[in-house]
């Protein structure tokens, strides 16, 4: 779906499907790590457009400039939710430990051992999620993912609109 809208966007090569086969993470978020553009550079200078023409132009030009430090933005926001909500702080510790767990059994190869019986990784997969869903959803995680959505899309559209485009970006269709 995305690909529609941003079809020129650079995220997609390496990711999963995408154009360039399959990569870990570590590797996109390095990869991402060094398009980052200097952070003064990015609150350098803002201008008020002089019409939405220019606006838009602005907005193409400028979100694939600053892509990687908009993706930054995202991430401390996200950080930010996650320390702020003693809740989703709990419920996302419970569940990046259940999900180390269930990954450390899988790959030993060491059957978990549960009330005397002993699960099949299909049956493990199964407890974890029945572990983890209430635990997200009582930790308003939808919520958080929605406003983090939001608020980058709001700053970012509105950052992309008041910096004049950099230089030798004038080629983005």
């Known amino acids: 779906v995305f690909r529609t809208f941003l079809p020129n966007m650079d995220i997609w090569q390496g990711a999963p499907g995408g154009n360039g086969g399959s990569q870990p993470l570590k590797d996109v978020i390095a990869a991402q790590k060094a398009r980052l553009r200097p952070w003064s550079e990015f609150f350098g200078k803002f201008a008020k457009p002089s019409n939405v023409g220019e606006a838009s132009k602005r907005i193409t030009q400028n979100v694939q400039h600053f892509q990687a430090n908009y993706i930054a933005i995202s ?5 930010y939710c996650i320390i702020s909500s003693p809740t989703l702080l709990f419920a996302v510790a419970i569940v990046l430990a259940a999900g180390f767990f269930y990954m450390r059994k899988s790959q030993s190869g060491q059957p978990v051992q549960i009330m005397g019986r002993s699960l099949a990784p299909k049956e493990m997969a199964a407890v974890v999620s029945v572990i983890c869903i209430p635990l997200l959803y009582f930790g308003s995680v939808g919520s958080t993912i929605f406003w983090v959505i939001g608020a980058t ?10 910096v004049p485009a950099a230089a030798g970006t004038d080629s983005v269709v």
């Open 75 to 79: 991430g401390l926001l996200l950080i």
């Open 153 to 162: 899309l709001f700053f970012s559209v509105l950052h992309a609109a008041l």
